[in-house]
């Protein structure tokens, strides 16, 4: 999904989500607000339209969700880059594990209709300054 910084309150972000299309920016499939707790940053999902089960869900280093070449063919989301990585650790080792990528966020739960709505604590994130200029 296209991530897109729609306003900013003291402590929490609300982020506009579009889909992800090889031709660009796709249908808005809803939004996610991000708040700063004591714990980490907490995402809290108000998406729809999605295939159910359980996604991979990342902060990536580049603020852009356009599509891009690879391998001559078109890529959704591939000038996001690749995950927050910002210690250059090379390795995915989840939400909990200091030593690997920081912008590994828990698991995006999507029901059986299709909408996501389980919020997921990132203790990693600790501010919302930590996500500006990423998607």
């Known amino acids: 999904a296209l991530i897109s910084c729609s306003a900013m309150a003291e ?40 295939t159910p089960g359980i996604h991979g869900f990342h902060v990536h280093t580049n603020p852009s969700c356009m599509p891009g070449m690879k391998d001559g063919k078109e890529v959704p989301a591939l000038m996001a880059g690749g995950h927050l ?3 250059k650790t090379g390795k995915h080792l989840g939400p909990y594990n200091d030593k690997g990528h920081l912008g590994d966020l828990p698991g995006l739960v999507v029901n059986a209709d299709g909408t996501a709505t389980y919020p997921l604590l990132a203790p990693r994130l600790k501010s919302l300054s930590e996500l500006k200029g990423h998607s």
């Open 11 to 50: 402590n929490t972000l609300t982020v506009k989500m579009n889909d992800a299309l090889s031709s660009g920016t796709g249908e808005n499939i809803g939004e996610i607000t991000v708040s700063e707790t004591p714990y980490g940053l907490l995402f809290t999902p108000h998406l729809n339209g999605l």
């Open 85 to 87: 990585d910002p210690e």
